[in-house]
Structures are given as C-alpha cells and as structure tokens.
C-alpha cells in the first residue's frame, strides 16, 4: 500500500495551500486517514483525521478554524486545505492511513500502518 502526499510548495503568511494524499491500492473510505507535520527539530505532530467510514473529522487545536481535511471519493484522494497559514505552520507534511485503527487513538501517529512521503509547506512571514 502506498501514499502519496503532493502540494506542498512555498507561501506567504495568511496564503492558502491545498495538499492531497492519494492511494493506488484500496478505498480510502474504508481507512481513516491522517496528516501530521514535522517542523525542524522539533516531533511528528498530529494535525487532522478523518476516523474510517465516516465523514467526521479531528483536529489539532491550533489548526481549528484554518484547515479542512475532506474526502474525495472520485479521486480516491484525502485533502488538506489549509487557510491563513502561518509561519509556525511550516513543516513537512505527511499522510497516514490504517484500517484498524479506533477513533480515541487517531492522533496518535503509531496507531497508522501506512505511511507516505512528506510534502514540504513553507510559509514566509
């Protein structure tokens, strides 16, 4: 199973980027999707989620209001789109995805078994 992350590129505080975690092999309805970001030296963090067969959503805190993480279906893709960005946003930015995973642990990063990529979002000030 593989991920793939895209979109990331480089903005302006209080610009606007969309990335997008796409799957070749399966239905990502059937497995709750992740993203997380690494800033440098500093801890993977949880960022959104999306629990499995479901259309709810979870979020970090400082993100709240700012990103969106949505499905779409037609292009078997998870999107992150992320408004007002900061500098404090930049980070590389990554896509999980597990099958099996329940919904009080989905901000925690070991509870994924797929992982792709990340896609490098830096904002300037």
């Known amino acids: 199973v593989q991920l793939q992350a895209s979109g990331g590129g480089l903005v302006r505080a209080g610009g606007s980027r969309k990335l997008s975690c796409t799957a070749?092999?399966?239905?990502?309805?059937?497995?709750?999707?992740?993203?997380?970001?690494?800033?440098?030296?500093?801890?993977?963090?949880?960022?959104?989620?999306?629990?499995?067969?479901?259309?709810s959503t979870v979020y970090e805190d400082s993100v709240k209001?700012?990103?969106?993480?949505?499905?779409?279906?037609?292009?078997?893709?998870?999107?992150?789109?992320?408004?007002?960005?900061?500098?404090?946003?930049?980070a590389v930015y990554y896509c999980a995805a597990s099958n099996r995973i329940i919904l009080s642990n989905l901000r925690n990063r070991s509870g994924y078994q797929y992982w792709g990529p990340g896609t490098l979002v830096t904002v300037s000030s």
Do not use: C
Request: hydrophobic fraction near 35%; aromatic fraction near 12%; charge should be positive.
């Open 24 to 55: 070749s092999e399966f239905a990502f309805r059937r497995y709750a999707v992740g993203w997380f970001r690494q800033a440098p030296g500093k801890e993977r963090e949880f960022v959104a989620a999306l629990p499995r067969n479901s259309d």
């Open 65 to 90: 209001g700012r990103f969106t993480i949505s499905r779409d279906r037609t292009e078997n893709a998870v999107h992150l789109q992320m408004n007002s960005l900061k500098p404090e946003d930049t």
